[in-house]
């Protein structure tokens, strides 16, 4: 390692799902980070009560603390990440660091909603950051796009499908046919909701995130007691099959909105939307959030909302933009310096999944003579259609094939194109499975 | 104004269609700019060969120049926007003004897909920003997604569908049942295709956005000629009834993957994806990219790829992010500081379209019952359901509502629940249409 590079000194409170992620993967993301800001970011000091659980995490004794007093008593730290939840100490953490001088990162959208207009004020006074990704959409970049993407945008209205469980829930009340009940008793089994499921499905969770986006949209803070909210409880799959009838699906929408003059609403509720909507699409644990500017038009968020590497991931991004102005320069991080990967595969490399259309005589053999220059590549087929023959033309005979190396793939077409029955140019067309 | 704001001075090259769009924008959102960033962005100079096309778009005369070294000879400017597009003259005036120590943005992909490594190889060595979101995916915030929001993540893969017009053709082809040449000459008329065709359908266009993303991706850039290319001539709409029939769509896809062992795949083509995908719902002109991280997981960004105004927002962005730094010094930008809009509504006061189920009793008058009530509050029927009734039960009547203020609907509902007939507490849900 240069000897010069800079060290961003972490102080990290909370090793529960995601600080045990934020702590594993600031180690294995290391030298990415290193080379893509500039600044090494090490963890200098971790406060968990639990020893034994730190130890399991990882981490090593002489780093830990019993007390978040311990990171914000800590001169060397230049950022604490509060990850312990709640809104009592998370407050006293995340207000005595700022007071101290340090950048704070948190992922605490209740405490936000709750108390996040001191404790931005707090911040500004103090010229320190408080910064915030993981809050909202777990690993979607939703904060910095609304911040920096859409800088340029007054913000018409956003609808967030923002709490992965109510997203699960409703999905199998309509994929499956459950009812509330069931979906809500297999979210629990699956691990999509807490045993304490009040948080999530009465919606108090979207809207905590709904506050936060609405003050990133607006510049004012929403009193969680004053934002509408009504949950899941109570839902019956019956109409969601009515909506369905009449071309609606059922979500869980944050929905934020300003009239021209300046007045602006913030509601959590059941909402209908149309099924050929693209939120519509979003189904189980993801969120997604759609973003109305008056320039940009319609944009739409879109990925994992919940969990430990997701939520991981926001976090990270927070530090690296820390890291990339510390100390103090702003460093010009141009493209075309990484070569994280250095090789471009030719295309017969390439390994794919293949559609495969022959126009063919309608006699007996032919898909057996199709099959035989497949095998003989190694080429599976995993179905076939032919639609019925029109006597005396030719007809369509249709396979979806296994994957294969695209070397292969096109030996074969060539060999298929030269048999008999086969008509015209054989088409072929690649599928990606997105496994 | 305060006196202190510093001024950021940019010189824009080329008024087409976005560059008229970016000096349009410049100016209705000049305070919101100027807000957000702490700095004022303002044009000092245009260059552009047709002075009454300028003149048109309302820029004066004193700022205009005919010839783009009229810029980068302006010693004031700090910035240079370039959308002349084209890889010669925009060659020379990127170079020439990186070389004059300017930051310059560009919306130019084919220009980055040929020379793009020579171009940020200069804006390193002269220590310049050489900014770009607005190349891929027009408004959406993708490039930033890629450098920012997922810096913590090596990048598995990227699924883009980049080019609006392809996209367009191939809904037109699925949903209308059109035939290549006819969806092609549907989208001309539109105003969706140029009336020289081959940049978008032919696939080079999505070529050159893929060779961007993929440098951001893995660091290096694929030359456009090895970059396998396939566009959408000759496909044919028979293929796009198959794949559908076998649960997929096709989609123009650019494919970025890479192998643990560093060898990447670049390639633009016609694919085949599973109608369930969430890709699979990206119609008409839309643009949309998943991007899969090592720690995020999959993420997707959604919007509209082309046309002025969404093409500035992103133009616009690159200006923000440099303003935000400018002279020197990093502003905190803490949120809550705006207050765009003070006033938040009550829920009294929100305007929606509702569901609404009644379990009734099937006898003749109860829906006229219900109609009066909805009358009387101004509330519209847009449809209504009333499944088959069993006997000696109540019967569900489901209606849809035409937008109405909240307090109408509930006091509607109210009295509606006093209606003899309706057997259970109504059930209501609100409608978002995203009109």
């Not at 090490?42 to 311990?70: F, I, Y």
């Not at 950048?103 to 404790?119: F, S, Y």
């Not at 590497?309 to 510390?326: M, R, Y």
């Not at 309608?362 to 199709?370: F, T, Y």
Request: charged content about 25%; hydrophobic content about 45%.
């Amino acid at each position: 390692m240069n000897v010069t590079t800079p060290i961003l000194r972490v102080g990290l409170a909370g090793l529960g799902t995601v600080g045990a992620s934020v702590w594993q993967r600031l180690a294995s993301q290391k030298d990415l980070l290193r080379q893509r800001t500039g600044t090494e970011i090490r963890v200098d000091q971790v406060a968990e009560r639990r020893a034994e659980h730190a130890r399991k995490c990882g981490v090593p004794e002489k780093l830990l603390v019993p007390d978040w007093r311990g990171l914000t008593d800590n001169p060397e730290l230049d950022v604490i990440v509060e990850l312990i939840g709640g809104t009592t100490v998370a407050f006293e953490l995340i207000s005595t660091a700022l007071q101290k001088g340090k950048h704070v990162i948190t992922a605490n959208k209740a405490l936000l909603a709750e108390r996040g207009a001191e404790l931005f004020q707090l911040a500004t006074k103090h010229q320190r950051h408080l910064l915030f990704e993981a809050s909202v959409g777990g690993g979607i970049p939703i904060i910095r796009a609304l911040r920096e993407g859409l800088v340029a945008n007054r913000i018409v209205s956003i609808h967030g499908i923002i709490n992965g469980t109510c997203n699960y829930i409703l999905t199998r009340m309509n994929e499956a046919g459950l009812e509330f009940g069931d979906a809500l008793a297999e979210a629990k089994r699956e691990g999509y909701a807490e045993a304490d499921d009040r948080l999530d499905v009465d919606g108090h969770d979207t809207a905590h995130k709904a506050a936060v986006l609405a003050a990133l949209a607006y510049g004012f803070w929403v009193p969680p007691d004053k934002l509408y909210t009504e949950g899941l409880r109570g839902l019956e799959k019956q109409d969601i099959c009515y909506a369905r009838k009449l071309g609606y699906g059922l979500k869980l929408l944050a929905i934020i909105k300003a009239d021209p003059d300046g007045a602006a609403e913030v509601r959590v509720h059941p909402t209908l939307i149309p099924q050929s909507h693209v939120l519509a699409s979003v189904s189980g644990v993801f969120n997604a959030v759609l973003v109305r500017g008056d320039v940009v038009g319609d944009t739409l968020y879109y990925g994992r909302g919940a969990g430990g590497d997701p939520t991981a991931s926001a976090v990270l991004s927070d530090l690296a933009q820390i890291a990339s102005h510390f100390p103090q320069e702003q460093k010009a991080r141009n493209v075309g310096h990484e070569a994280l990967h250095s090789r471009l595969k030719t295309m017969d490399e390439i390994v794919s999944r293949y559609y495969l259309r022959l126009m063919v005589e309608d006699k007996p053999g032919v898909l057996a003579d199709v099959a035989r220059v497949l095998a003989s590549r190694q080429i599976g087929i995993s179905s076939v259609i032919q639609p019925e023959a029109h006597a005396g033309e030719t007809t369509p005979l249709v396979l979806m094939l296994h994957d294969a190396p695209e070397s292969q793939f096109q030996a074969a077409v060539q060999e298929i194109a030269k048999i008999g029955a086969v008509k015209a140019p054989p088409v072929g067309l690649r599928v990606e499975d997105f496994n």
